[in-house]
């Protein structure tokens, strides 16, 4: 193929740690090919499928099904991500090494597939990857301290009588697992950080030498818990919107590299889900089809961007901490090319009706973003080309 490329930038293909591809049990809100789609529109090659499916990937049978319908749908690597634990209680640890050693080579296990806290299980989720190789992608929630929330715990909730989020309910869980994973030597990875003080803790871990890394969602670098406000269920979130100081704070510590990532979070929901009032609605939103748009408007703006920033924390160095070696590099004559073409200059307008994901709870719906995602190319073969979805990517 060839691609006029004038103009545009070329990035490695973005790889997303942090996506919910409902597949299997919610395949009305999406689907691994679905959310494939969504995610090559988005410029994005890999994406790790978070473990909170039904059944919940907590089996190596699981994660093969999730890898295998990444490999048959063409759009995207989809690395499965496994559950720490199996049961309710989260007490008991999955098999890791099954998981490990399957077909799909698990390397990321998390809490979010059973939300669990127990301490002693994840000390031992932690002794095993350290054996096994791999790493804990920590949901960074204590959930006991999360029950009944509906937003962030702040002016905001006080005013609107909702009952809040409150912050230390992730500071805690952070701070704990950074003393667990310097007392292990077992590498963790903070999903979802939304706070300031969680920055800190992250910021003094690393100096000291603790294996950490951490993501942040777009979401979480624009919007504010004013926007709740509204009473639209659409910006209901886990963790929620927080303060404009935290908005800050965290677009501060992305450009630093403090935070290592932007991870999407991409969490489709059905409408009967979303389309209710605010405490019956399901937390989450869509991110993978605007999260590069986003990510530049948070690093900078588009006509100011610092595209190797761009590129850095987008794809180069999730797919370090995910793993995934094919990914995150610019290619190369003779290998088979993961990159996508960006349009600098054009801006867009997000219409839920045209977005490549089953769901339509995005909360940028009628904003206009900066930068279009013109193609993308996984090994070589065009995903999107000239900002369409390919309806052929397998041979
Ligand atoms: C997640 C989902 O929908 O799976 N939702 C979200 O708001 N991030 C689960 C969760 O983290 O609560
Ligand atoms: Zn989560
Ligand atoms: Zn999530």
């Known amino acids: 193929q060839i691609v006029d490329a004038d103009g545009l930038v070329l990035l490695p293909g973005l790889v997303d740690l942090h996506t919910h591809l409902r597949e299997p049990g919610r395949e009305d809100a999406e689907t691994v090919y679905s959310g494939t789609r969504a995610a090559a529109k ?134 704990r697992d950074v003393l667990l994973a310097e007392y292990t030597g077992a590498r963790v990875h903070f999903c979802h950080v939304s706070t300031a003080r969680s920055v800190d ?40 919107l927080r303060r404009e100081s935290d908005v800050a704070v965290l677009r501060g510590a992305l450009a630093e590299g403090v935070i290592d990532a932007v991870a999407t979070d991409h969490a489709p929901h059905a409408p009967q889900d979303k389309d209710c009032e605010w405490a019956a609605a399901r937390p989450g939103m869509l991110g993978l089809e605007t999260a590069l748009s986003i990510t530049v408007l948070a690093l900078g703006g588009p006509a100011g961007a610092d595209w190797d920033a761009v590129a850095e924390r987008t794809s180069r160095t999730p797919a370090r901490i995910a793993g995934l070696e094919a990914h995150g590099r610019d290619p190369q004559p003779g290998t088979e090319a993961n990159f996508t073409l960006v349009d600098p200059a054009a801006t867009w307008t997000v219409v839920p009706e045209g977005l490549a994901s089953l769901s339509r709870n995005t909360p940028y719906a009628g904003m206009e973003l900066p930068v279009t995602v013109q193609a993308t190319f996984l090994r070589g073969r065009a995903t999107v080309l000239n900002g369409k979805i390919e309806e052929e990517t397998t041979e």
């Open 201 to 240: 803790i992250i910021r003094e871990a690393k100096a000291r030498g603790a294996k950490v890394t951490a993501e942040v969602c777009p979401h979480h670098l624009l919007l504010t818990d004013e926007a709740a406000r509204t009473y639209d269920p659409v910006y209901k979130v886990n963790p929620p």
């Open 42 to 175: 988005g410029g994005y090659t890999a994406v790790c499928a978070m473990a909170n499916s039904y059944p919940v990937a907590d089996t190596a049978g699981v994660v093969e099904q999730v890898a295998a319908l990444g490999k048959a749908a063409g759009y995207a690597d989809v690395q499965p991500i496994g559950a720490v634990s199996i049961g309710l209680e989260g007490k008991q640890l999955a098999e890791i090494g099954a998981m490990a050693h399957s077909a799909a080579k698990v390397r990321m296990f998390s809490d979010d597939g059973h939300c669990v806290s127990d301490p002693i299980l994840m000390r031992r989720a932690l002794e095993y990857v350290r054996t096994f190789g791999g790493l804990i992608a920590q949901h960074a929630e204590e959930p006991r301290l999360t029950e009944g929330a509906q937003m962030n715990e702040g002016a905001v909730s006080a005013e609107l009588g909702l009952p809040g989020w409150p912050a230390v309910a992730e500071e805690a869980i952070i701070a």
